[in-house]
């Protein structure tokens, strides 16, 4: 089971130049098993786009599934932000740039799939050691 990050769904549901690469990248992910969204990304996509339950027919009728946040992964999520404000106030950079849904979406991905489907790979490398990335190429 593949996660698809939300900056993946915006390209591809969007009108966006990258719309080609998620694309691929989801078809890609739906030959390996069940591609997923959680209610992070559900709801990521409804402030960005609009007419959520218009975007999760179409989401749906792509052959993505939805899976909600089991407490573990919402744990590790809370962990992962701590340490994140720690490294950040240690070397001095001050207020985090990164948001709760960040690590949410990465924590799921890493506890309940097998791999993220995401722009931000540096990110997600840093903060979730182990977890499979794939990443639309552009």
């Known amino acids: 089971m593949i996660a698809v990050d939300t900056s993946v769904l915006i390209d591809l549901l969007g009108d966006d130049v990258r719309a080609d690469a998620a694309e691929t990248s989801v078809r890609e992910a739906l030959t390996l098993g069940p591609v997923v969204v959680c209610e992070v990304v559900v709801s990521e996509i409804t402030a960005g786009l609009g007419h959520g339950d218009e975007i999760m027919d179409v989401v ?3 052959g993505l599934r939805y ?3 089991e407490r573990r992964a919402a744990i590790r999520a809370g962990e ?3 340490r994140f404000n720690q490294r950040r106030r240690a070397s ?3 207020i985090a740039i990164r948001t709760v849904p960040d690590f949410l979406v990465g924590a799921h991905a890493l506890l309940q799939c097998n791999g993220l489907i995401t ?6 490398r840093d903060y979730f050691k182990g977890l499979k990335l794939f990443v639309p190429k552009v």
């Open 67 to 69: 899976l909600p946040l």
């Open 60 to 62: 749906e009728d792509m």
């Open 92 to 94: 001095g950079q001050g």
């Open 80 to 82: 992962m932000q701590r």
């Open 119 to 124: 722009r931000d790979a540096g990110f997600f």
